[in-house]
């Protein structure tokens, strides 16, 4: 079965930078910039750009392009040559995308409601209370006790889900890189739009300041330098599957080198938009409530459901730039939630040998279901405690053990000659360099510190049972079923 390619490559392009942009660069790169130095960020962020996320960016186009898979079909292959069986670890990486997605979506079901609230600023004065007692319900649940089930919730959930297993029934051409070519220049747009308007507020430019005034002492600080490379990591999509899947659909003769960096440039370009536009109402803020911004300012999702929209209560034409700022995070999430499965649809395409409708049922079928989950009393509690044991634990290990396979066990040189063959400029040694030894010597430095922090102190107040089974557990059973997915394969082929 041939398989499908990219009709252009600014289709490519836009779809990678859709995956890679999402509602993480709005608020955690401003929130990183401002816990860790503000300006001083932005030399480890430049240098962790550089050093990690463009190579590692170029190897996972490379691997894509060249070996023509899915994760699992790539490691696969690549393991063959050395007699290594590696195809547990893109399982490993599939299963990781799985679980975001399913997680994920949550988040852009309660974005698609607040797109709804922001017409008549329905959610008042207390957006606090409104988002956490009016709109989630949340009571004395935990992430393994629910409680009721939320269809108010539920319905945009599965608004979001209709919206993505379209884009991945009709494919790369048809459904993926036409909603990237639409929704990626749309969301650049709107956010420049709102930009314009809140540079211009009064206490604006004192909310900018805060992110970009420099403390130069944090600039030895270790926790600073990890952070900075954790923020490239996560907002990159590489290490999960998505760009090995995305680079596999390319044509044979592609670009690598300006691909990759045109892709981590975008989105990096953005992360700092996403900066200035939310310094710039927080600042707004502080000056109207007559506050120090550090009261203003919370983090996660109390930045996006509980400061957003009290923020828009105090700009003008808040019925104008609310919908705006809410359809501007829906287009980020579902561009982002599109190519994450579309790497686990992929890969069951690849193994099963199943035509994509087939693959694309199965795979959001059994997402929805899942998800549903996360439209509870207890959704927040549940969403928290996974996404911090799979972003800081399973994620990151998953970049450490590619990385240190990659480079150490294979010969990255190959994959360096073959990009350079192919583009039109070429890379040197700095790109061996950086993946062999800058690279995993700060992955392995910000994996073992989340490991023994969160071996040591937990995380957050949730019970040791729940963290057990919803933290050490998920990542356990995600590894058991990856290396029997690894040991039937091998099975099979002896046979």
């Not at 108010?152 to 379209?166: R, V, Y």
């Not at 989950?373 to 990151?396: H, K, Q, S, V, W």
């Not at 400029?425 to 490991?451: H, K, Q, Y």
Request: hydrophobic share 55%.
């Amino acid at each position: 079965m041939q398989r499908e390619q990219w009709n252009s490559r600014i289709g490519f392009i836009l779809a990678a930078v859709g995956s890679a942009i999402g509602l993480g660069n709005i608020w955690r790169f401003p929130y990183m910039a401002y816990e860790n130095g503000g300006g001083a960020f932005f030399i480890p962020y430049l240098f962790a750009m550089i050093s990690a996320g463009i190579p590692f960016m170029i190897m996972e186009f490379s691997l894509g392009h060249k070996l023509r898979g899915a994760a699992p079909k790539v490691f696969s292959r690549l393991g063959i040559h050395y007699g290594l069986r590696l195809e547990w670890l893109g399982w490993f990486q599939v299963l990781i995308a799985a679980v975001i997605a399913v997680y994920y979506v949550a988040i852009i079901g309660w974005t698609i409601s607040f797109l709804g609230f922001s017409f008549t600023q329905s959610w008042g004065t207390d957006t606090n209370a409104f988002f956490f007692n009016e709109y989630l319900q949340l009571g004395d649940n935990s992430p393994t006790s629910l409680g009721v089930f939320q269809p108010h919730i539920a319905l945009p959930m599965a608004i979001a889900w209709a919206i993505t297993s379209l884009a991945i029934f009709t494919g790369v051409r048809g459904g993926i890189e036409r909603a990237s070519k639409i929704m990626m220049p749309l969301l650049f747009i709107m956010v420049l739009v709102l930009i314009g308007r809140i540079v211009f507020l009064p206490g604006a430019l004192e909310g900018l300041n805060y992110l970009f005034q420099p403390d130069f002492s944090k600039i030895l600080d270790t926790k600073v330098w990890s952070a900075a490379y954790g923020q490239i990591f996560f907002t990159l999509s590489v290490g999960f599957a998505i760009m090995l899947a995305y680079s596999s659909y390319l044509p044979e003769k592609s670009d690598i080198n300006n691909n990759a960096f045109m892709t981590v440039l975008i989105n990096c370009g953005f992360s700092i938009m996403g900066g200035i536009m939310i310094f710039g109402v927080l600042g707004y803020m502080a000056q109207e409530q007559a506050k120090p911004l550090t009261e203003v300012v919370t983090s996660g999702v109390g930045l996006a459901f509980v400061t957003i929209p009290a923020a828009i209560n105090l700009l003008p034409a808040p019925y104008i730039l609310g919908p705006l700022f809410f359809f501007a995070l829906v287009v980020a999430g579902l561009s982002s939630h599109i190519s994450i499965l579309e790497a686990v649809t992929s890969a069951i395409m690849d193994k099963l040998h199943l035509p994509r409708k087939k693959a694309a049922a199965i795979v959001c079928g059994t997402g929805f279901i899942i998800s549903m989950a996360f439209a509870t009393n207890g959704g927040l509690l549940l969403l928290d405690l996974i996404d911090y044991f799979i972003n800081n634990i399973a994620l990151l290990f998953s970049c450490f053990i590619e990385l240190i396979i990659l480079t150490w066990l294979f010969k990255i040189a190959d994959v360096r000659d073959y990009t350079n063959r192919l583009s039109e400029f070429t890379i040197g040694i700095w790109f061996e360099l950086c993946l062999r030894f800058i690279s995993p010597a700060m992955l392995g430095i910000i994996l073992v510190r989340n490991l023994v922090n969160t071996v040591n102190n937990g995380y957050g107040d949730y019970p040791i049972a729940d963290q057990l089974l919803l933290g050490w557990g998920l990542i356990a059973i995600m590894l058991f079923i990856s290396i029997l997915i690894n040991f039937a394969s091998n099975h099979k082929e002896e046979l």
